[in-house]
Nanobody, 127 residues
């Protein structure tokens, strides 16, 4: 079992940058696929980015590709989402998610495949 705690959200102007972090408990962080999802008010939770256990393979939603970068530091049990060129439509609660059993990379984008979730951190982008 793993517990996830996000941090680093906040208010930023359009075009600005933020980095959100996801700290995980436990000694097996490197066994988990990590993902970032977001949920805007009144909308469904959507995939943002995911990273493989080793950190080598990454996936992005088309809406953030080229602006956001997901990474992980297995020595620090932490995953990151660097967000550049933020837009008002990026405003949402950002959640990190983890799963130990995803084996097919085609499932990295599927929120239903992730067992563990953090409590979320609010990111607000003003125009």
């Amino acid at each position: 079992q793993v517990q996830l705690v996000e941090s680093g959200g906040g208010l930023v102007q359009s075009g600005g940058s933020l980095r959100v972090s996801c700290a995980a408990s436990g000694r097996t962080f490197s066994s988990y696929v990590m993902g970032w999802f977001r949920q805007a008010s009144g909308k469904e939770r959507e995939f943002v980015a995911a990273v493989s256990r080793s950190g080598v393979v990454t996936y992005y939603a088309d809406s953030v590709k080229g602006r956001f970068t997901i990474s992980r530091d297995n020595a620090k049990n932490t995953a990151y989402l660097q967000m550049n060129g933020l837009k008002p439509e990026d405003t949402a609660v950002y959640y990190c998610a983890a799963d130990r059993w995803i084996t097919d990379s085609s499932y990295y984008t599927d929120r239903n495949k992730y067992k563990y979730w953090g409590q979320g951190t609010q990111v607000t982008v003003s125009s």
